[in-house]
Structures are given as C-alpha cells and as structure tokens.
C-alpha cells in the first residue's frame, strides 16, 4: 500500500492567508468615512468596515474586458508569473484593543496557471506586496500577514 504525505511546506500552503489593515491612511478616506458614519447615523467601525469589504468585493469581480480581477492582475505583477488566477478572497474583521478593524483572508497560500490546475507558492514577499499595494488604491493602513490554521 501506498501512503501519500504532503510535505511539510505544502501544508503551510494550504493554510488561509489574513492581512490585517487599520484605519485610513489619508485624510481623504478619514473625512469620507466621518462624513459617512455621519450620514448613516452609524458607528464609525460600522462604516469603516464596510467600506473595506465593499471595495474588496468590487475589487473581487472580474473585469468586464477579462475573466481576471484585481487581485490576479496584482499577483502577476508581483510574482512575475503569468496568466495566473488569485486564491478565493473574503473579508471578515478582527479585534484590537476593543475595535474592530478590518481584514482580507485568501482561502490559501496558492496562485493558480490559466487551466486553473497547476499551484505555485504564494512567498510571504509577494503577500507583503499585495498588501502595501492595497494600502495604496484602499487607503486603509497595511499592518501585516498571517498564515492562520484554520478560519
């Protein structure tokens, strides 16, 4: 009888991805945010949280002209391999110091080629990246990554 392991580093692979964000990073998206929990009558938190998914999430479709979104186009440009397709992407928050801020899980550490079939690593440098370059087009503050065991 044959017994498959998966080895070792594959199994940290496997795990799902979070990346933690702040708050804005720009006075711009403060005063959006301030003006908008205004508007609502709601928290801050609320709106801050929201905002972040409902960009993720448009962030998360495919583009009218392409069967690829923002974050398969950013994968390639910061794995340098080609005609790739992102992990699934969600958003949930987390806690810190009694406030809830938001964060991007990836269902695991893979990219995928064009067929969809073949995996490659997604390195913790190429995460990094992901993350500042949301940082950037979001304007929420980029805290770190974590390769979480389960969800």
């Excluded at 699934?88 to 550490?109: A, E, I, Q």
């Excluded at 990094?128 to 979480?148: A, P, V």
Aim: charged letters at 30%; a negative charge.
């Amino acid at each position: 009888m044959i017994h498959h392991t998966i080895p070792e580093d594959e199994k940290i692979y496997r795990r799902p991805i979070a990346l933690y964000f702040g708050g804005p990073c720009t006075i711009r998206q403060q005063e959006i945010l301030d003006k908008r929990a205004i508007k609502w009558d709601c928290s801050y938190e609320f709106v801050l949280n929201d905002d972040f998914a409902d960009t993720i999430n448009s962030y998360s479709n495919a583009r009218a002209d392409s069967d690829k979104n923002y974050f398969d186009y950013c994968l390639l440009i910061h794995s340098g391999i080609s005609a790739v397709y992102s992990p699934k992407v969600w958003t949930d928050s987390y806690t810190h110091n009694g406030f809830r801020y938001p964060r991007l899980l990836l269902k695991d550490g893979f990219i995928r080629d064009k067929n969809r079939v073949k995996r490659f690593f997604l390195r913790d440098e190429v995460i990094d990246l992901l993350g500042q370059t949301l940082e950037e087009h979001t304007e929420y503050e980029y805290i770190e990554f974590k390769r979480l065991k389960n969800v």
